[in-house]
């Protein structure tokens, strides 16, 4: 038994991505429409470890939110294929390819294949926020052909 | 591309659960016969990430060491099926599961269900080095039955 909470180590796999005893949030709750059906499950967050380890799930036809921050993400794949940009680079994704998103690097994700894209991601438990770009950061990332195809 | 390391952020998926460019390690370079038939592969491990991930895989038969430590493991089962014992808790594992190992908890997994056992453990970069049991550990983890069962 995990000490700390006082239930069982173990949480079990579920239909549909859940896991037990792990709550499904909308991926944010800003109103604004940066972002289309993705939802977010923490799996793992604990005032002893130093990373957290979260689940998104982005519905077909759905996307995160275009962003950068100074904290690292670390990407595995965990279901389906899709899409994503990470600074210049437009990347085919498949399941269990990993990715790395590096500081202050722009970087979307979307499920483009007639399927779900379900991906973990590793971060640092203390953040910072993410920052969203401005007219001319979008300008200078559609000056890349195959970005600018991603992005419309 | 990732500006610390010079090349793309993204890493593929290869058959035989490999990676691109991520090296397959041998577990433990101890020496004793502690464990079994396990390999490691380090996805992420960054000067700027506060935690790590692995995939570690265990061969049809084989075993993890037993062992505390007062590191956390968080762990995601990501392919196959098998067993664990955390604390006085014997699991059974199947894909997609997560497993938390609190701190000084004995633990181990054994892939015994004629099939490779393969997860992801995120821990943190900065941690304390494992111990093994002594022999009046061990007698006290087989007082369960159950505990006992799995170790032998």
Excluded at 108 to 121: I, N, Y
Aim: with cysteine.
């Amino acid at each position: 038994m995990d000490e700390q909470s006082g239930d069982s180590a173990h949480r079990k796999f579920r239909e549909g991505y859940r896991w037990e005893r792990v709550e499904l949030h909308p991926y944010k709750d800003d109103g604004r429409s940066l972002f289309k059906d993705v939802t977010r499950q923490v799996l793992f967050s604990r005032p002893d470890l130093a990373g957290e380890l979260r689940y998104f799930e982005i519905a077909t036809g759905g996307f995160s939110t275009l962003e950068r921050h100074e904290h690292v993400h670390a990407v595995l794949i965990l279901r389906g294929t899709g899409t994503a940009i990470v600074g210049g680079e437009v990347i085919e994704l498949k399941t269990n390819d990993i990715v790395t998103v590096p500081a202050m690097t722009w970087h979307q994700f979307r499920a483009t294949r007639g399927e779900p894209l379900g991906f973990l991601c590793m971060v640092d438990a203390v953040r910072d926020r993410p920052q969203l770009p401005t007219e001319e950061d979008l300008a200078a990332l559609r000056r890349d052909p195959a970005v600018a195809r991603f992005l419309d």
